[in-house]
């Protein structure tokens, strides 16, 4: 494919759209509601479409203040919210509707662009409902632009936090950060240092019930690396990486071979499955984990997050 024009490859599928260029392909499904394929340089980064999350396992601390019991519609929110519409934008004209067939029959193989955006708006399934948007916005450069938006409601309860997750084929090998020095929360930040950093694998914290662990705060850029694919005929096994740098802020990050779902049904570490995937949660908010006692205190009022406040923030994925 020739792409010396130096513009994005648009593919008008029946219920997808592509988007190419030197490097890379992604596309996104308009069934499946978002993003169902990223691969860079032959390497899929992409087993679950993208979907956004509230849910952060609960700990010891947020059984002891039953803000698990209070918040537990959340849970299913993270699981079983659904796409309630998908605009599509390629350069500066929106499609009224979507560009699915036979509407898509008007469009050749050859159909270029200097920037395409999808937004697609959620409906969560709690009482009462609330929406979030995923916008999509990609550059000739394989740049992804991600952006969300959490619409407020004061009559829904306190969120365990607000983000988006990723889960990848396979396990990563390690990932490199800029942030803050181990494992922080929002107040569990005293005394980290600001720096460059490597992880080897995705560390899980051995606790005896498993629990909410491995949350990276203030994060300006993020690398992360596998050797590994599903794909039997590729046998390189160099490594290969996926960089998240920040949008118009710092982000929050965890990295675990686990989404929040398994570790929350474990109650002992030897029920967690084996590691087979890489759970990437990008957050723009995160509740605090308290520790000021595990028979009832909550948490401080500021490390709480209002379901009654509009939550944005974005980042910048790159091959």
């Not at 513009?7 to 599928?13: C, F, M, N």
């Not at 002891?64 to 993270?78: E, H, L, T």
């Not at 929360?185 to 899980?204: I, L, N, Q, T």
């Not at 000021?292 to 974005?314: L, P, R």
Request: hydrophobic fraction near 35%.
């Amino acid at each position: 494919m020739d792409y010396t024009n130096n513009k994005l490859h648009v593919i008008y599928g029946d219920g997808t759209l592509g988007v190419g260029g030197n490097g890379f392909h992604y596309i996104f499904s308009y069934e499946r509601g978002g993003l169902e394929s990223l691969v860079a340089h032959d390497k899929e980064w992409i087993y679950r479409t993208p979907t956004p999350t509230f849910w952060r396992a609960t700990t010891d601390n947020d059984h002891g203040s039953g803000f698990s019991v209070k918040s537990a519609q959340w849970y299913a929110a993270d699981m079983f919210s659904t796409v309630e519409s998908i605009s599509v934008t390629v350069d500066e004209k929106t499609f009224e509707e979507l560009p699915v067939a036979p509407f898509n029959n008007q469009f050749s193989d050859k159909e270029f662009a200097e920037k395409v955006s999808l937004i697609y708006t959620y409906l969560t399934n709690t009482v009462p409902h609330t929406t979030v948007t995923i916008a999509y916005t990609v550059t000739p450069d394989g740049q992804i632009n991600i952006k969300s938006h959490f619409n407020g409601n004061k009559d829904l309860p306190d969120l365990p936090a607000f983000g988006i997750r990723f889960i990848m084929p396979t396990t990563a090998t390690g990932f490199d950060y800029t942030g803050l020095s181990g494992e922080t929360y929002p107040d569990r930040m005293a005394g980290a240092e600001k720096s460059e950093f490597h992880v080897d694998g995705m560390p899980v914290t051995p606790y005896l019930v498993p629990q909410e662990c491995g949350m990276h705060m203030e994060t300006s850029a993020l690398k992360i690396t596998r050797t590994t694919t599903q794909n039997n005929a590729d046998n390189n096994p160099q490594p290969f990486s996926l960089k998240i740098d920040k949008g118009e802020k710092n982000f929050n990050f965890s990295l675990l071979p686990y989404t929040a779902e398994e570790l929350e049904n474990a109650t002992h570490i030897e029920e967690l499955p084996l590691a087979r995937r890489t759970v990437l949660g990008v957050y723009g908010a995160v509740r605090g984990v308290g520790g000021i006692d595990s028979w009832g205190t909550d948490v401080e009022n500021k490390y709480h997050i209002s379901a009654g406040d509009d939550i944005d923030f974005d980042f910048n994925m790159r091959i």
